[in-house]
C-alpha cells in the first residue's frame, strides 16, 4: 500500500505557473504509475496527466498538452507536476494518484487507480 500527499497548490494569476508535488510512502515508489487528476465544482474528475513507472513515459490531456510537464524522482518518492501559462480554466483541486497493478505502464481512467490523495486546491484568477 501506499500513501500520497500533495502539496504546491495555491491562488496564481492566470499566465502564472505553480509545481504540484505528491509525495509518496509506503511500498517501493518506483512500482507506481502515477497519475494527476483534477475535478472543478460542479464537474466530474478529469485526468491531467500520468508518468510511467520508469519516468521516461508521459501522456496529457489535451487541455494542457504543452504548458503542463510531469516528472518523478523516484530516490525522493515524489512525482512533481509542473504547470505554466495557466488559465482560470484550470482551476480545481488536482489530485494524485497510484497504480499499483503491474499491468499497465500508463493509464489515463481514474477507476485503473488503487490509491488517492487528498487533493491540493488550486485556483487561477483572471
Known amino acids: 500500500q501506499v500513501q500520497l500527499v500533495e502539496s504546491g497548490g495555491g491562488l496564481v494569476q492566470a499566465g502564472g505557473s505553480l509545481r504540484l508535488s505528491c509525495a509518496a510512502s509506503?511500498?517501493?515508489?518506483?512500482?507506481?504509475?502515477i497519475g494527476w487528476f483534477r475535478q472543478a465544482p460542479g464537474k466530474e474528475r478529469e485526468f491531467v496527466a500520468t508518468?510511467?513507472?520508469?519516468?521516461?513515459?508521459?501522456y496529457f490531456a489535451d487541455s494542457v498538452k504543452g504548458r503542463f510537464t510531469i516528472s518523478r524522482d523516484n530516490a525522493k518518492n515524489t512525482v512533481y507536476l509542473q504547470m505554466k501559462s495557466l488559465k482560470p480554466e484550470d482551476t480545481a483541486v488536482y489530485y494524485c494518484?497510484?497504480?499499483?497493478?503491474?499491468?499497465?505502464?500508463?493509464?489515463?481512467?481514474?477507476?485503473?487507480?488503487?490509491?488517492w490523495g487528498q487533493g491540493t486546491q488550486v485556483t487561477v484568477s483572471s
Open positions: 509506503g511500498r517501493t515508489f518506483s512500482y507506481y504509475v
Open positions: 494518484a497510484a497504480d499499483g497493478s503491474g499491468s499497465r505502464d500508463y493509464s489515463l481512467i481514474a477507476r485503473n487507480y488503487q490509491y
Open positions: 508518468i510511467n513507472r520508469g519516468g521516461d513515459r508521459t
